[in-house]
């Protein structure tokens, strides 16, 4: 069974860069990886995502901002986002495509 868990969220300032990663374990194959997020009162929204070619899309939001890595041999996925703004403050979740699972997410707040 595949679990997913994510890490480095936390308090920062408006224009601040914050990493995310999120560690797979279980996965016995390939299993693109992405990440999503929730802020209060809307639904959860694409941030990032992998495909199974090895292709990126990201949200319009993210696009420029953003940036999706991985490391196959980590089973792990990251996400570094930057120039953060109040607008981006969310439960960041990661999601493994092809399993359809979800990590617990990790929560970032961005002040002004």
């Known amino acids: 069974q595949v679990q997913l868990v994510e890490s480095g969220g936390g308090l920062v300032q408006a224009g601040q860069t914050l990493n995310l990663t999120c560690k797979a374990s279980g996965m016995t194959g390939e299993d693109p990886m992405g990440w999503y997020r929730q802020a209060p009162g809307k639904q959860r929204e694409l941030v990032a995502r992998f495909y199974g070619n090895g292709n990126r899309n990201y949200a319009d939001f993210a696009r420029g901002r953003f940036i999706i890595s991985r490391d196959n041999a980590k089973r792990t996925v990251y996400l570094q986002m930057n120039n953060l703004t109040p607008a981006d403050t969310a439960v960041y979740y990661c999601?493994?495509?092809?399993?359809?699972?979800w990590g617990q997410g990790t929560q970032v707040t961005v002040s002004p």
């Open positions: 999601r493994a495509e092809w399993s359809r699972t």
